[in-house]
Structure formats: C-alpha cells, structure tokens
C-alpha cells in the first residue's frame, strides 16, 4: 500500500523525497569512503594493530553484508519510511558511540551496530524513491539519487581526510549528527509512507541468522586464523543453503540462480568486489604509512577513480546496452588488473605523477568500464517484477566479498600486527596484496568472457541501469 498518491518529480514535496533518501543513503555511503582515511589515526590513537582496523572495517560490512536483504523486507512489510527513520537514528546512535569509542573493542562494537543502522536505512532509501515518485518521472529521480550519491563518495576521502587532519578521526563519525538531523526532519515532513501490498508470509529469521553467523564465523576466521570458526562457518554457508531451498518465504530465491547470467554476473560480483574491498583498504593505508602521506592528500589522490567513473559509467552502461555486457565485463577487469599492476611501484619515495597517479587512472578506467555493464547483466537476467530482488541479492554479494577480502588479504599477504609502523614491511605486503588483488580481476574477466552472453538481454534493465554507484557506495536496491 501507499497512504499518499505518487507525485511528480517536479513538484516540491517529489524534490524533498530525493534530498531525504540522497542525505539518508549519503550517511552509509561517507562513512565507507571516509573511515578508510581515517584508520591510520585511530590505529595511533587507540593502539591498535593491522587487526584491530581490519574490524573496524569489517563490523561495519559484516552486519551491513548480513542484515541488509532482511531491512528490505522489514521495510516492505512495516512501511519504508519507518524503516529507513529506525535505520537512521540507529546509524546516528551508533555513530555517536564510534566517536567517543575510549579503545578499539568499543569501537569495533560500534562499527557493528552502525552496520545494522545501513542495513535498515540503505535498501528503504531508493525503495521509497520507487513508490513515491510518479512511474514517468521514476528513472530521473533514481539518477539523481545515483549521481548525487557519488557525488558523496566523491568528496568522502577529501571530508575524510580534513576532518582527521583538522579536527582528528573522531570527526569522522560525529559528522554524521547534524545530516541526520535533517534526514529524519525531511523524511518525517515531506516523505509519505509506503509497504509492498504483496509481501506476505513470515521474514525469514532463520535464513538471516544463519547467513549472519555464518558471515561472522568466516570473518573471525580469517582476521584471526583460526581453522575451527573457519570451518563452522563454511558449515553454516551448507545450512543456510538448505534453509533457503526449503523456505516458502526465503531471503535469497534460489530460483534466481537457474539463469545462467545471473549466476555469471554474481561470480563476477564476488571476484571483483572482493579485489575492490582488498585494494580500497590498502592503498590509502599504503600512501600514508609508505608514502608519508598525510589524510588529506591520501584521499585527494584516489579521487581521479571516482571522477573517472562518474564521467564514463553512463556511457558503458549505453554501450553494454547495444553490444552486451560480456565485453566490458571482460575488458575492464583486465584494465584494473593492469592499474594494480602499476600500484607495484607505489612505495617509500614515490612520485604521484609517474608512479601513482597512472596507476590510478588506468584502475578507475577500467572501473568505469565494468560497473555498470556488471548492474545490467544482474537486472537483465531476470524479469522485471524480480529486479529488486535481483540487485538486493548482488548488493548482499558484492558485500559479503569486500567483507571476507578485509579479512583474508593481509594475513595472505604477509601484513601482520604493526607493520604499519615499518614502511618498507609492510610495502613488501601491500605488493603481495596487488598481486592478489590482480589474480581476482582476472578470474572475473574469465568467468565473464565464458559465462556471459555476448549480446545480453538488457530489456530488463531499468532505464538508470546505466548510472553506477563508485565501489564503494552501497549497490541499488530496487
């Protein structure tokens, strides 16, 4: 149901439901972008380890990862804008406790409870978008949405970074009182209140407990290496499994998987959001403990990748829609390969111009190449009454493979306890970790060049299929 008509972008109140949803989606999509600048300052601060900010990274993806298909159906059955209220005041109470964290296990409980607060908040967002906004005026009013949100991921590592050198990371989390403030003022004025009139049937607890614990088992694992919770959690992956075959109301459909694409395009998902997760946590760390960087200039120098995909992600989404998705999809993996191949020379004394700045251009081209092609053959696989679904189920993918990179890269690659606090130790691992990360990039460019059609039904895809987030925003949930 929706207790008010749909209204036309145009109008003031269609205007206030587009700023509400872009500032409530812009908390998640910052704190992505601008806790990654800050960890450096908070691993000194609170004397932590490589360790102790692998988690504040991974709470944060974990809950988020685990929680974020079910905050979709809560808000469908409880009505979206309470939902995305609910998922916006626990955000900002979570934030709030970041900030005053007195020591890493505090902090690292706080990321955790933020990550519920997006789980709520992020699939409401463009939900609401979707029933409040006239279905003429819909796709412009999700490109806005999608624009402006990377728009906020672009000055995320610039805010980031002067927050942390103006004011201190704690910063960083306290921003996010005052946007609140005006997100929950705005939604509860002008946004009216919706549900899905066909969901129906029980929430699938069972399947989000299982996946959750499961997720936590496997990252427990990994931070920590310990073999036992890496298997339980391989286990919990089996049952969660089974209970989704079994469910009549199952969080993930496995009927989606029976199209080919849609598996091609989730495998793709996983390898290369897995490679994202691994080199968007290291590098910045990498210009600031090897480089000597300070916050700010770390995340002034990744900003060529985001302009780079918001000047060129409309037109490979264009032209994956007349070619098909399984060339871009292929050639822009190879591209980030080689633009982490380039990230090799980035070390103690390098110079951004010959050696980082090319490196993160030829990455962000081929970024921009991918992203968007990646979104149309998900949305293209399946009807269109099943794209939410659809892309909810490539967000928890893209995700969960960001979440188990975190975890798994630096204990693969050699980058343990302080190393940060020796430059060359741990530039010796951020290059192990490239090489990795290159590895991934190139198994999705096979999976995508074998498994996905070269003329790709994009029929399905809505018309801002065309707009993609940068990678470190949250994915569209239809």
């Known amino acids: ?23 409530g989606s812009a908390l998640a999509m910052l704190d992505a972008t601008v806790v990654n600048i800050a960890l ?40 979206r804008r309470r939902v995305f209220v609910w998922g916006t005041v626990w955000f900002t109470a979570a934030s709030v406790l ?50 402006l949100g990377g728009v906020a991921s672009a000055i995320g590592p610039l805010l980031g970074g002067w927050l942390v050198d103006a004011v201190g990371w704690r910063a960083v989390f306290l921003i996010n009182i005052p946007l609140a403030v005006v997100v929950v003022s705005v939604a509860a004025k002008h946004v009216p209140e919706s549900r899905d009139p066909h969901a129906s049937g029980r929430l699938d607890v069972p399947g989000a407990v299982t996946v959750a614990a499961a997720l936590g088992l496997l990252t427990y694992g990994l931070i ?29 459909s496995p009927a989606l998987f029976a199209s080919r694409v849609f598996l091609a395009a989730n495998l793709v998902t996983f390898t290369v959001y897995a490679a994202l997760g691994g080199v968007f946590f290291l590098l910045v760390l990498q210009l600031q403990f090897a480089v000597g960087y300070s916050p700010i200039a770390a995340g002034m120098s990744t900003l060529p990748i985001t302009a780079l995909m918001l000047v060129l992600s409309a037109r490979a989404g264009r032209l994956a829609g007349r070619i098909g998705p399984r060339i871009p999809m292929t050639v822009g993996p190879l591209l980030s390969a080689l633009g982490l191949l380039l990230m090799l020379r980035i070390g103690p004394g390098s110079s951004y111009v010959t050696d980082i700045l090319p490196a993160v251009i030829v990455f962000g081209l081929g970024l921009s190449a991918l992203v968007a092609p990646l979104t149309a053959a998900v949305l293209g696989a399946v009807s269109t009454d099943r794209a939410g679904i659809a892309s909810g189920v490539n967000n928890a993918v893209a995700r969960t493979s960001q979440l188990l990179a975190v975890a798994a890269l630096p204990a693969l690659a050699g980058i343990a306890g302080s ?36 003329t790709g039904d994009t029929s399905n895809c809505p018309p801002h299929c065309d707009m993609a987030s940068p990678p470190m925003a949250p994915r569209r949930i239809e």
């Not at 036992?228 to 079994?246: H, N, S």
């Open 1 to 23: 149901m929706t207790d008010t008509p749909a209204v036309p972008l145009s109008s003031a109140r269609g205007r206030w439901i587009v700023a509400a949803t872009v500032l």
């Open 40 to 79: 450096p300052a908070i691993g000194r601060d609170l004397g932590a380890g490589v360790t102790g900010l692998q988690w504040t990274l991974s709470g944060y993806t974990l809950a988020l990862a685990s929680l974020i298909l079910l905050g979709g159906s809560l808000g469908d059955r409880l009505g």
């Open 98 to 147: 970041c900030g005053l964290a007195p020591n890493i296990e505090v902090l690292i409980a706080a990321r955790l409870l933020q990550g519920v607060g997006a789980a709520l908040l992020t699939p409401s967002s463009l939900a609401l978008i979707s029933a409040s906004i006239k279905a003429e005026d819909r796709g412009a009013a999700i490109g806005l949405w999608s624009g």
């Open 224 to 252: 920590e290496s310990h073999t036992l919770a890496l298997v339980l959690g391989v286990v919990a992956v089996g049952v969660f499994v089974v209970i989704e075959r079994r469910s009549h109301d199952p969080l993930v």
């Open 419 to 454: 190393d940060y606090s020796a430059p060359e130790v741990f530039s010796a691992g951020f290059h192990t970790a490239m090489l990795l990360c290159a590895g991934l990039l190139l198994i999705g460019a096979v999976i995508a060049a074998v498994l996905i059609r070269g």
